[in-house]
Nanobody
Protein backbone atom coordinates (compact mmCIF):
# COMPACT_ATOMS: atom_id res chain seq x y z
CA UNK A 1 0.00 0.00 0.00
CA UNK A 2 0.98 3.61 -0.49
CA UNK A 3 0.50 5.75 2.56
CA UNK A 4 1.91 8.80 4.23
CA UNK A 5 2.71 8.77 7.93
CA UNK A 6 2.25 11.75 10.21
CA UNK A 7 3.95 12.15 13.55
CA UNK A 8 4.53 14.78 16.19
CA UNK A 9 1.03 15.35 17.47
CA UNK A 10 0.15 15.50 21.11
CA UNK A 11 -1.26 17.58 23.91
CA UNK A 12 -0.04 21.13 24.31
CA UNK A 13 -1.17 24.18 26.26
CA UNK A 14 -2.46 27.28 24.49
CA UNK A 15 0.45 29.32 23.25
CA UNK A 16 2.63 26.27 22.92
CA UNK A 17 4.24 24.73 19.87
CA UNK A 18 4.34 21.44 18.04
CA UNK A 19 6.16 20.26 14.96
CA UNK A 20 4.44 17.73 12.78
CA UNK A 21 6.25 15.53 10.30
CA UNK A 22 5.01 13.78 7.20
CA UNK A 23 6.98 11.01 5.59
CA UNK A 24 6.69 7.81 3.61
CA UNK A 25 8.84 4.89 2.61
CA UNK A 26 6.58 4.02 -0.33
CA UNK A 27 7.72 6.66 -2.79
CA UNK A 28 9.86 9.73 -3.20
CA UNK A 29 8.08 12.94 -2.28
CA UNK A 30 10.24 15.33 -4.26
CA UNK A 31 7.88 15.39 -7.24
CA UNK A 32 4.80 15.96 -5.10
CA UNK A 33 3.21 18.97 -3.57
CA UNK A 34 2.30 18.25 0.03
CA UNK A 35 -0.70 19.61 1.85
CA UNK A 36 -1.63 19.62 5.50
CA UNK A 37 -5.28 19.29 6.40
CA UNK A 38 -7.14 19.06 9.65
CA UNK A 39 -10.51 17.91 10.82
CA UNK A 40 -12.14 18.64 14.13
CA UNK A 41 -15.12 16.64 15.41
CA UNK A 42 -18.30 17.70 13.68
CA UNK A 43 -16.51 19.91 11.19
CA UNK A 44 -15.43 19.62 7.59
CA UNK A 45 -11.88 18.82 6.70
CA UNK A 46 -10.03 22.01 5.93
CA UNK A 47 -6.79 22.84 4.23
CA UNK A 48 -4.15 24.23 6.57
CA UNK A 49 -1.11 24.65 4.39
CA UNK A 50 0.57 23.40 1.25
CA UNK A 51 4.07 23.39 -0.17
CA UNK A 52 5.22 22.86 -3.73
CA UNK A 53 7.49 20.00 -4.68
CA UNK A 54 10.55 22.24 -4.70
CA UNK A 55 9.56 24.09 -1.57
CA UNK A 56 9.48 27.37 -3.44
CA UNK A 57 5.77 28.05 -3.06
CA UNK A 58 3.68 27.83 0.07
CA UNK A 59 0.08 28.50 0.98
CA UNK A 60 -1.66 28.95 4.30
CA UNK A 61 -5.18 29.17 5.55
CA UNK A 62 -5.99 32.58 6.97
CA UNK A 63 -6.64 31.02 10.36
CA UNK A 64 -3.04 29.84 10.72
CA UNK A 65 -1.07 32.38 8.73
CA UNK A 66 1.68 33.90 10.80
CA UNK A 67 1.60 31.05 13.31
CA UNK A 68 2.28 27.95 11.22
CA UNK A 69 5.17 27.31 8.87
CA UNK A 70 5.38 24.55 6.32
CA UNK A 71 8.72 23.31 5.08
CA UNK A 72 10.30 20.29 3.50
CA UNK A 73 13.56 18.44 3.39
CA UNK A 74 13.53 16.38 0.24
CA UNK A 75 16.82 14.75 1.16
CA UNK A 76 15.00 13.26 4.15
CA UNK A 77 11.80 12.70 2.18
CA UNK A 78 9.96 14.60 4.89
CA UNK A 79 7.61 17.57 5.12
CA UNK A 80 7.09 19.53 8.32
CA UNK A 81 4.45 21.74 9.81
CA UNK A 82 5.76 23.94 12.59
CA UNK A 83 2.85 25.15 14.69
CA UNK A 84 3.42 28.02 17.08
CA UNK A 85 1.10 30.06 19.27
CA UNK A 86 -1.37 27.23 19.29
CA UNK A 87 -4.98 27.92 20.15
CA UNK A 88 -7.73 25.60 21.37
CA UNK A 89 -9.42 25.96 18.00
CA UNK A 90 -6.39 24.31 16.41
CA UNK A 91 -7.42 21.07 18.07
CA UNK A 92 -8.02 18.50 15.35
CA UNK A 93 -6.66 15.45 13.64
CA UNK A 94 -3.99 16.63 11.23
CA UNK A 95 -3.39 14.85 7.96
CA UNK A 96 -0.78 15.24 5.30
CA UNK A 97 -1.49 14.49 1.67
CA UNK A 98 0.49 14.31 -1.55
CA UNK A 99 -0.43 15.32 -5.08
CA UNK A 100 1.66 14.98 -8.20
CA UNK A 101 2.46 18.16 -10.01
CA UNK A 102 1.92 21.82 -9.45
CA UNK A 103 -0.36 23.63 -7.06
CA UNK A 104 -2.12 26.94 -7.25
CA UNK A 105 -3.94 29.36 -5.04
CA UNK A 106 -7.24 28.20 -6.47
CA UNK A 107 -7.07 24.53 -5.54
CA UNK A 108 -4.34 23.70 -3.01
CA UNK A 109 -6.95 23.45 -0.25
CA UNK A 110 -9.21 21.04 -2.12
CA UNK A 111 -8.68 17.67 -0.52
CA UNK A 112 -10.09 15.66 -3.41
CA UNK A 113 -7.11 16.57 -5.56
CA UNK A 114 -4.63 14.73 -3.38
CA UNK A 115 -3.67 11.19 -4.26
CA UNK A 116 -2.13 9.88 -1.06
CA UNK A 117 -3.01 10.44 2.56
CA UNK A 118 -1.80 9.61 5.99
CA UNK A 119 -3.89 8.30 8.85
CA UNK A 120 -3.57 11.49 10.84
CA UNK A 121 -2.07 12.62 14.09
CA UNK A 122 -4.05 14.12 16.93
CA UNK A 123 -3.28 17.64 18.07
CA UNK A 124 -4.99 18.79 21.23
CA UNK A 125 -4.58 22.33 22.54
CA UNK A 126 -5.95 22.66 26.03
CA UNK A 127 -5.08 24.06 29.42
Amino acid sequence: QVQLVESGGGLVQPGGSLRLSCATSDFTLDKYAIGWFRQAPGKEREGVSCISSSGGTTYYADSVKGRFTISRDNAKNTVYLQMNSLKPEDTAVYYCAAVWGFISSSYWYRSFRYNYWGQGTQVTVSS
